[in-house]
Structures are given as C-alpha cells and as structure tokens.
Nanobody
Framework: QVQVVESGGGLVQPGGSLRLSCAAS????????MGWYRQVPGKERELVAV???????NYADSVKGRFTISRDNAKNAVYLQMSSLKPEDTAVYYC?????????WGKGTQVTVSS
C-alpha cells in the first residue's frame, strides 16, 4: 500500500506566498518523478510542475518564475514554493508520485487566492 499526502494549502491574498508539501510512504521502491497538478471545477487537471529523481524540473508556462518545485529523495517528499500568487492560481492541488510502472495520487489540498 502506498499513501500520498499533501499539506500546506489555505487562503492567501494576491501577491502572497504559500508552500505545499507532499510525502509518499508505504510499499514503494523507486520514485522516478514527483509533481504537482491542479484542478478547478469544470476543467481538466493540469500539470503545474514536475521534478525527476535527478533534479530536472519542468513548469507550466503560467507559473514559471513564480513557483519552485523541489524534492527530498530520502524522504520521498516533494515541495512547491508558490510566490506572487494570483487569483487564477486558485485550485485543488494534487501531488503525484510516479514509478516506472505506477502512479500514486494524493487527495489534494485547496489553495485559494483572494482578497
């Protein structure tokens, strides 16, 4: 069994910052890619940022320069530092841990950017 748990969501004003955390635990041997995705009602889930075990990153154009993804391989953890937040960043953010054969998802954490 594998568990993926996100934390750190909440309400923040435009221009503010928030840090999301995620940890994977259980019977998992090697996580190749960890990432963050987000979804709003009525829209498809979209990639926000991903990072490989070697540290290679990729970001959605909408968050480049504002969000930073990082990971701790020893802890099977991934983080998302979000700065200069905009109302359009409001969404449920999901953490994904991907091995060569399987992917595991958390239940999501709500991020709301509003004044």
């Amino acid at each position: 069994q594998v568990q993926v748990v996100e934390s750190g969501g909440g309400l923040v004003q435009p221009g503010g910052s928030l840090r999301l955390s995620c940890a994977a635990s259980g019977s998992i041997f090697s996580i190749d890619v960890m990432g963050w995705y987000r979804q709003v009602p009525g829209k498809e889930r979209e990639l926000v940022a991903v990072i490989t075990s070697g540290g290679t990153t990729n970001y959605a154009d909408s968050v480049k320069g504002r969000f930073t993804i990082s990971r701790d391989n020893a802890k099977n953890a991934v983080y998302l530092q979000m700065s200069s937040l905009k109302p359009e960043d409001t969404a449920v953010y999901y953490c994904s841990s991907q091995t060569r054969y399987d992917s595991y998802w958390g239940k999501g954490t709500q991020v709301t950017v509003s004044s």
